[in-house]
């Protein structure tokens, strides 16, 4: 977590978006604007770009839609909020970090003004995480990259990575997506596999995100990217699906997996195997153990964005700028709400 005088506190490695050979087409029609041209955008024209709205998953959790140019924006404005850098498709949130965002975003869009730019966008993105955050369940909320170069598939499974695995997560953990411990994750027999995967040997260090994040994936139908190919690939996330999910029936309690309905409908049969298990054996225990939880929040969950670098580590550096600014009149803007201080009367 990035402080104001520039420490850090050290997160979760992560992967960053790949450089495309070439633009990345237009599949989708979400927004009234084309997406942005790959690492040629100034930034005045990404951030007059920013769209957003709420929309509903098909189980009723409220999320929250974006371009690419509102993905950026957020990337950025949540590390001068607090946390570190990172590039997403989705994101699960606390609300409270996002919540910092907000004031910030909204003096972005008062210094695009006075520029003579058009900062409606930033203003609705704001706004937008505000209604979120007000209704957020379980103290976390989620944003999802709906960009229109993504497909519907794309998109729907961003969703259930963040509302429907990592939401759930954080609301039974209480604040943390991470439920199992170290050892469950590296007694597991797809340890070694999971742990050299595309986007498991980023987590490799930290091993009870690196069981949740595989949990995330693997359930929301992205196993591949746990290292689940080729032959038989199916049944054996199926069955990673299965074990993730009976240790949290053993530590939380069945009800703590019935939450888990919002996931790719190949994994539906995960959950009801176990909850159909624990329903037929008798001698199951009825009140959930607490040996192997785990210890301390960590509500952030994201799927990494393994998609385009969408501008230029120079762009990118400018719109820090923009941010830094508008942190500044941030700042100066409280500074002046408040009264002077009043000098003391003798005694």
């Known amino acids: 977590m990035r402080s104001q005088n520039g420490g850090s506190t050290k997160r979760p490695a992560l992967s960053e978006r790949k450089v495309p050979s070439k633009r ?8 009234d ?17 920013v769209r957003s709205k709420i929309v509903k ?9 974006g371009n690419r140019q509102g993905t950026i924006a957020l990337e950025e404005a949540l590390v001068w909020a607090g946390a570190e ?24 869009a008062l210094n695009m003004a006075s520029r003579g730019a058009d900062g409606r966008g930033l ?27 993504r497909t519907n598939a794309e998109v729907r499974e961003s969703e259930m990575h963040e509302a429907g695995i990592h939401l759930v997560q954080i609301r039974i953990g209480r604040g943390t997506i991470k439920l199992l411990s170290a050892a469950w994750m590296q ?25 949740a994040e595989a949990a995330a994936y693997v359930l929301s139908g992205a196993y591949a990217k746990m290292g689940y190919i080729g032959f038989g690939a199916l049944n ?24 888990f309905r919002d996931i790719d409908r190949q994994m ?3 959950v009801e195997r176990v909850v159909d298990q624990y329903g037929r054996d008798k001698t199951q225990r009825t009140v959930p153990r607490r040996r192997g939880r785990t210890k301390g929040p960590d509500g952030r969950g994201f799927e990494t964005s393994c998609g385009a670098d969408s501008i230029s580590e120079q762009e990118r550096a400018a719109l820090r700028e923009y941010i830094r600014e508008a942190w500044k009149g941030r700042e100066t803007s409280k500074n002046a709400a408040r009264p002077a201080n009043r000098p003391r009367k003798r005694q």
């Open 24 to 31: 990345l087409p237009r599949v989708a029609r979400r927004w």
């Open 33 to 49: 604007i084309p997406p942005i041209v790959e690492r040629q955008t100034p930034v005045p024209v990404i951030l007059e770009g």
């Open 57 to 65: 998953t098909p189980a009723g959790e409220r999320v929250l839609w």
């Open 85 to 108: 850098p990172a590039r997403f498709h989705g994101l699960a949130e606390s609300v409270k970090l996002l919540n910092k965002t907000i004031p910030l975003i909204q003096q972005l």
């Open 123 to 149: 203003i609705d993105l704001a706004k937008n995480l505000s209604s979120l955050t007000a209704r957020a369940v379980g103290g976390a909320a989620c944003y999802v990259d709906a960009d229109d170069t």
């Open 187 to 211: 007694a597991d027999p797809d340890y070694r596999q999971i742990s050299k995967s595309e986007v498991g040997r980023n987590y490799v260090k930290d091993k009870e995100r690196l069981a």
């Open 236 to 259: 054996r996330a199926r069955g990673f699906a299965k074990r993730y999910l009976g240790e949290v029936a053993s530590l939380y309690g069945i009800k703590a997996v019935k939450q």
């Open 268 to 270: 539906a049969v995960s």
